[in-house]
């Protein structure tokens, strides 16, 4: 079956511009995940989403950075206003549920996101 | 304060020897631990992962083994293959936790033919 899909595979765009980056997550996951690896770090936690609770949002490093869940499915996660210190990749992740705690999370491939 | 750590940046060894990427954690609340393998442009693949209620757990050629007193694990890989050359991560996440994940800095590991 298919994995965790994210586009675009890479983004350059000017500070001061809006990006949308998307994930297509596992099909029958529920809970959803944005973390962001910036260089030479590990990786950091944005944001979760389980099926149609609230999302955790204690992970979002400024009031720039929001993310949806249409459907329980595809998640789009935007900036507004990029910033240099944005430049990272952002990565997805699906689990089954979320809600039981100790489950694999699966990766996709993430997006690099470059701010000049 | 980094919650957990990998202290080596990288790690040399010889293909058909033994690998050994270890990480420490400071959370007591933290109960099950995940590796995942990194190669560039990709996303992190899960490798292996432990419970807070077990102290090893075997998969192949890999074994993580946990210390909780302390608050330590590992991962081995025997024998070490060149294709094992990748960044490894070591995560970490807490009881009653929505499930993120708490991830070290990695470790690269490089297998030499």
């Known amino acids: 079956g298919a994995g965790v899909s994210q586009s675009p595979s890479n983004k350059v765009t000017e500070k001061g511009k809006d990006v949308e980056l998307r994930c297509d997550p596992i099909s029958g996951h529920t809970a959803l995940y944005w973390y962001r690896q910036s260089l030479g770090q590990g990786l950091e936690f944005l944001i979760y989403f389980q099926g149609n609770s609230a999302p955790d949002k204690s992970g979002l490093p400024s009031d720039r950075f929001s993310a949806e869940r249409t459907g329980g499915s595809v998640s789009t996660l935007t900036i507004q206003r990029t910033q240099q210190e944005d430049s990272a990749v952002y990565l997805c992740?699906?689990?089954?549920?979320?809600?039981?705690?100790?489950?694999?999370?699966?990766f996709g491939p993430g997006t690099r996101l470059l701010v000049l | 304060d980094q919650q957990v750590k990998q202290n080596s940046p990288s790690l040399s060894v010889q293909e058909g020897r033994i690998s050994i990427l270890n990480c420490d954690y400071t959370n007591s609340m933290f109960d099950y631990f995940l590796w995942y393998k990194k190669y560039p442009a990709e996303g992190p693949t899960f490798l292996i992962s432990?419970?807070?209620?077990?102290d090893k757990n075997e998969d192949g050629r890999f074994t993580v083994f946990l210390n909780k007193s302390a608050k330590h694990l590992s991962l081995h890989i025997v024998p070490s293959q060149p294709g094992d050359s990748a960044v490894y991560f070591c995560a970490a996440q807490s009881r009653g936790s929505q499930g993120n994940l708490i991830f070290g800095k990695g470790t690269k590991l490089s297998v030499k033919p």
């Open positions: 432990i419970s807070s209620i077990k």
């Open positions: 992740a699906s689990s089954i549920s979320g809600t039981s705690g100790q489950e694999t999370q699966y």
